[in-house]
């Protein structure tokens, strides 16, 4: 096995944005493919980390980039100037994830009707999003996602299948929002389930989340049941 990487430029809206690739050099033709969707502070090595490890499982994956090449969060004052204008215009947030989705599907080792989306925290909406626009995915995965609902989201189809591996505890994501969520899920007609760790904070798959008081850390437990249900759902929504 040799897992290769390479950045794919592309443009949308007059922007440049450019992707993570990766893949399995010494396997043939089209495969499943999972697109990984950043956290608030932008596509980084934590993302492509991920893809990496996907492409090694088997798939094909994209890190996508949703705020524009070379645009990343240095703190968190930069991180949320960056994702603000995204989470209050919520369809130009969607059209830049359909043109990140639109390039992985042009990828030549890439199988177009076979298309996950991941994404961690701010990237948990993301493919939330992407569900409830009912873009060209099988399946969708929000890793400590934020569960907020665009305005326009109200009793519309959902066609995906949708898991949700959350922190119990988190307070980005509490206990009322995932039972907003739930409803809205089964409104929708999704096939939806939601994985949910108790005694557990946002962002338990990062190692460098280490700030309990401020609601993020790292817990090893969590991380490795949640890669295990992923895996799980991956095999069996892209099979």
């Not at 990140?100 to 961690?120: H, K, T």
Request: glycine fraction near 8%.
């Amino acid at each position: 096995m040799a897992i290769q990487t390479r950045l794919i430029e592309y443009t949308h809206d007059n922007q440049v944005f450019d992707a993570y690739f990766a893949w399995d050099d010494t396997a043939s033709g089209p495969r499943a493919g999972v697109a990984v969707a950043h956290t608030w502070a932008g596509r980084g090595e934590f993302e492509q980390n991920k893809a990496r490890e996907l492409a090694a499982m088997g798939y094909v994956a994209m890190a996508l980039d949703v705020y524009g090449q070379g645009l990343r969060g240095g703190n968190a004052e930069q991180s949320q100037a960056l994702m603000t204008p995204l989470l209050t215009d919520r369809k130009r947030l969607q059209a830049r994830l359909l043109a990140a989705l639109e390039c992985f599907a042009e990828q030549n080792e890439a199988d177009a009707g076979r298309l996950c989306a991941i994404g961690y925290c701010f990237g948990g909406l993301c493919v939330l999003d992407l569900a409830r626009i009912r873009a060209p995915v099988r399946s969708v995965v929000s890793v400590h996602g934020l569960f907020t609902a665009p305005p326009d989201s109200a009793v519309r189809s959902i066609d995906a299948s949708v898991l949700c591996l959350h922190g119990y505890d988190d307070p980005m994501a509490t206990p009322e929002a995932m039972l907003a969520f739930a409803a809205e899920m089964s409104s929708a007609g999704a096939d939806w389930q939601v994985h949910a760790y108790g005694n557990t904070l946002h962002a338990f798959t990062n190692p460098a989340a280490d700030n309990a008081a401020g609601g993020t850390l790292y817990s090893p437990v969590a991380d490795r049941r949640s890669w295990q249900a992923l895996g799980n759902f991956l095999e069996e929504t892209l099979s």
